[in-house]
């Protein structure tokens, strides 16, 4: 039988779920992987990747290289005592947490090569192909005897 995707494989217990998200889950509990959708566009030059990040703000997000990975992280907090501006809160559904996403780009990108932008909830990177170099031909040790 399918399903439309937005269901998980086990719907009646999503469904049956009535409890709370807990503050100590990740940022959007279970369904954080669904969160940033990621678009990958190849161009001319190299790949522009498109992530959505709803929600976030822009010092929010972060993007570093390590090990040839492109890791991007967006973390959300709330202040526990904000006050609402007129009367009081009886139930919040907004909470803290943090997601984040790996891609491999190559071990010959830089961070001074990718140029990222972030607007309307997109972070959109621009990233050049990692060229392959090319191997060396075999050369041999000469052996006098």
Request: glycine letters at 8%.
């Amino acid at each position: 039988m399918y399903t439309p995707s937005i269901f998980s494989n086990n719907f009646f217990d999503d469904f049956m779920n009535f409890s709370f998200p807990d503050v100590e889950k990740t940022l959007y509990g279970k369904h954080a992987a669904h969160m940033m959708s990621t678009d990958l566009k190849e161009t001319e030059n190299g790949y522009e990747m498109s992530i959505d990040l709803p929600g976030f703000k822009k010092d929010e997000v972060t993007a570093h290289l390590k090990d040839g990975y492109l890791i991007v992280s967006a973390e959300k907090g709330l202040d526990k005592d904000e006050k609402a501006e007129d009367g009081k809160y009886l139930h919040r559904e907004r909470y803290a947490g943090s997601m984040s996403r790996s891609y491999y780009v190559g071990k010959g990108v830089t961070e001074e090569d990718i140029h990222a932008k972030y607007e309307n909830g997109i972070l959109t990177l621009q990233i050049p192909k990692d060229e392959k170099k090319p191997v060396d031909e075999k050369k041999y040790i000469s052996i006098e005897g």
